[in-house]
């Protein structure tokens, strides 16, 4: 454990990186469908947009994540370095804990008005890749940033567990863009057949002498 927090960093970078590399490999060897125009300029105001998002975080919080973990536990900060718990119980905890506090913060950005204005900057993405995941307006960077932060050091969580919670966190991260295109191409799938379907039941009701037969295949109307 010990050498886990030595080389955390290391870890980290090449986690964080390596699954980058090998989902936007994955996307370019096997694409479920052809990529859109603007990919470079999505690319590069995508990552533009987490340079500027690093920059404000690493001024506003010089130390987080597992490093915040570490500081809190040598000042004896938070619940778990005030009272004895047996081994296993704080790492389970501190994965349920972070695992709640980013489930709690993602949705008051989306029910929240305020929060919404800046979230909406990663749903307004115009494709949906692995390159959105990291598409986060720098006030919604903050924010998540010092829910997190502030939940660390309430419950003074092991900074083992912090950093496992971030690496599985940034898996996730990358991983759930291609889960919502999956879902919004199958949603678009669902509208064009429920759209096509009331458009057969209108000319069927209004227009029954009309001298077109429409028939459904494969979800599209076509004239006999």
């Given amino acids: 454990m010990e050498a886990l927090l030595t080389h955390a960093s290391e870890i980290y970078a090449f986690h964080y990186f390596g699954i980058i590399i090998l989902v936007s490999l994955l996307e370019c060897v096997v694409p479920r469908r052809e990529a859109g125009g603007a990919l470079r300029l999505r690319w590069l105001s995508n990552f533009g947009i987490t340079l500027v998002d690093s920059v404000f975080l690493r001024v506003l919080f010089p130390i987080a994540g597992f490093g915040w973990a570490i500081y809190c536990t040598e ?20 994965l349920l804990a972070l695992d ?38 720098p006030l919604e960077s903050i924010y998540t940033t010092t829910v997190l932060t502030a939940a660390i ?3 003074g969580l092991p900074a083992a567990a912090v950093f496992i919670s971030q690496v599985a966190l940034e898996y996730r991260n990358v991983l759930v863009p291609i889960v919502h295109r999956r879902e919004s ?40």
Avoid: K, M
Wanted: glycine share 2%; hydrophobic share 45%; net charge neutral.
């Fill in 75 to 94: 000042r004896g900060w938070g619940l778990f370095n005030q009272i004895s718990a047996p081994s296993w119980l704080t790492p389970a905890v501190t």
């Fill in 100 to 137: 709640l506090a980013t489930f709690a913060q993602h949705y008051l950005l989306h029910h929240i008005p305020l929060f919404w204005r800046f979230h909406r900057a990663h749903h307004s993405d115009v494709d949906c890749d692995f390159s959105t995941a990291v598409r986060f307006h």
């Fill in 153 to 155: 050091a309430a419950l």
């Fill in 185 to 224: 191409e199958e949603a678009v799938d669902l509208a064009c057949r429920l759209a096509t379907e009331r458009a057969v039941t209108w000319v069927e009701e209004r227009q029954p002498d009309l001298a077109i037969a429409v028939s459904l295949e494969r979800g599209a109307p076509r004239r006999l």
